[in-house]
T-cell receptor, first 112, second 112 residues
Framework: NAGVTQTPKFQVLKTGQSMTLQCAQD?????MSWYRQDPGMGLRLIHYSVGAGITDQGEVPNGYNVSRSTTEDFPLRLLSAAPSQTSVYFC???????????FGSGTRLTVV | TQLLEQSPQFLSIQEGENLTVYCNSS?????LQWYRQEPGEGPVLLVTVVTGGEVKKLKRLTFQFGDARKDSSLHITAAQPGDTGLYLC????????????FGQGTRLTINP
């Protein structure tokens, strides 16, 4: 099992560009989430999903869109990148809300 | 404002010493999880505590959930350099159980 796979691992964007961070899991987990990690702030929830076709906002959703068309995939879209979105992004999945998350290895995004 | 406050934020000690990391909140949590994160990787789940007053041991690591389910601690006995990393607590609030919120983390360095 690969677990949670995130691509790309590194990305540099210019302000205003758009891109999609990919996340796929092969554990048949219902719950998936996107977090961003900034120095001194731990992990902050961007968006989450409790199953295919169901998504909701987290603590810091502005500037990001998500969709969940399949159980396996949960892409995160940046519509118009801003320097404030420079961060490390983690995708995570878990079977249901009473379990801990399995995290991907992250995408380091720099917006210049 | 962090829902979960961790202290200390940074801790550097010598190999063989004992240490305790705290995770506190004014909110009640249905459970709390502890993760460890190494540079360039995603967090890895160490333990989940569910019952108020619960104590769980993982080799030299002891985790405790407060009686009121508002706080937790991680105690490491005879710390080793391999314990170095970022320790994060996380929990789903009772009212919003699908959302897992994280503390800002404790960066632990064990010096040989």
């Amino acid at each position: 099992n690969a677990g949670v796979t995130q691509t790309p691992k590194f990305q540099v964007l210019k302000t205003g560009q758009s891109m999609t961070l990919q996340c796929a899991q092969d554990m048949n987990h219902e719950y998936m989430s996107w977090y961003r990690q900034d120095p001194g702030m731990g992990l902050r929830l961007i968006h989450y999903s409790v199953g295919a076709g169901i998504t909701d906002q987290g603590e810091v959703p502005n500037g990001y869109n998500v969709s969940r068309s399949t159980t396996e995939d949960f892409p995160l879209r940046l519509l118009s990148a801003a320097p404030s979105q420079t961060s490390v992004y983690f995708c995570a999945s878990r079977p249901d809300r009473d379990y801990g998350y399995t995290f991907g290895s992250g995408t380091r995004l720099t917006v210049v | 404002t962090q829902l979960l406050e961790q202290s200390p934020q940074f801790l550097s000690i010598q190999e063989g010493e004992n240490l305790t990391v705290y995770c506190n909140s004014s909110s009640v949590f249905s459970s709390l999880q502890w993760y460890r994160q190494e540079p360039g990787e995603g967090p890895v789940l160490l333990v989940t505590v569910v019952t108020g007053g619960e104590v769980k041991k993982l080799k030299r690591l002891t985790f405790q959930f407060g009686d009121a389910r508002k706080d937790s601690s991680l105690h490491i006995t005879a710390a080793q350099p391999g314990d170095t990393g970022l320790y994060l607590c996380a929990g789903p609030r009772i009212q919003g159980a699908q959302k897992l919120v994280f503390g800002q983390g404790t960066r632990l360095t064990i010096n040989p």
